[in-house]
């Protein structure tokens, strides 16, 4: 009986062990699959939908390195909307928008935030 009780006492044991090592790596992946993604917190890529169907813009202000930058051309599709991935900006950004066949149609300013929490994206209107 002893040995019955002592295989049975290690299955049990083996199943506890298992099922503790089964959670904890639940657990630790749960903690790690469900932490947010940080949004940028030294400047923020800047999108807007308000230029001219067809044409292009400029970014120029502060990037996230503190230098002044102008941006290359960003086109734009039927909605005027525009984004440029990769170029982080911090303060005051103007935008210069310009029609299809180059003509400067306008300029906007708007502020950027160094950080946020949700984005990395802010609108520029």
């Known amino acids: 009986m002893t040995t019955a009780r002592t295989g049975a006492g290690r299955a049990r044991t083996g199943r506890l062990l ?3 090592v089964a959670v904890a790596v639940g657990v630790a992946g749960g903690l790690s699959a469900g ?3 940080r949004a940028g917190s030294n400047g923020q890529q800047v999108y807007f939908d308000w ?16 230098q ?8 734009l599709g039927a909605t005027g909307y525009g984004a440029l ?3 982080w900006w911090k303060g005051w950004v103007t935008v210069h928008f310009y029609y299809a ?3 400067s ?3 906007r300013t708007c502020w950027v935030p160094t950080e946020q929490s949700g984005s990395d994206w802010t609108s520029c209107f």
């Open 105 to 107: 149609r306008d300029s």
């Open 35 to 37: 932490t947010p993604a």
């Open 68 to 75: 002044y930058v102008t941006s290359p051309s960003i086109y």
């Open 18 to 20: 298992a099922t503790t």
């Open 101 to 103: 066949d180059g003509a």
């Open 85 to 87: 991935n990769d170029w």
């Open 51 to 66: 230029g001219p169907a067809w044409g292009r813009a400029t970014l120029e202000g502060t990037n996230n390195n503190g």
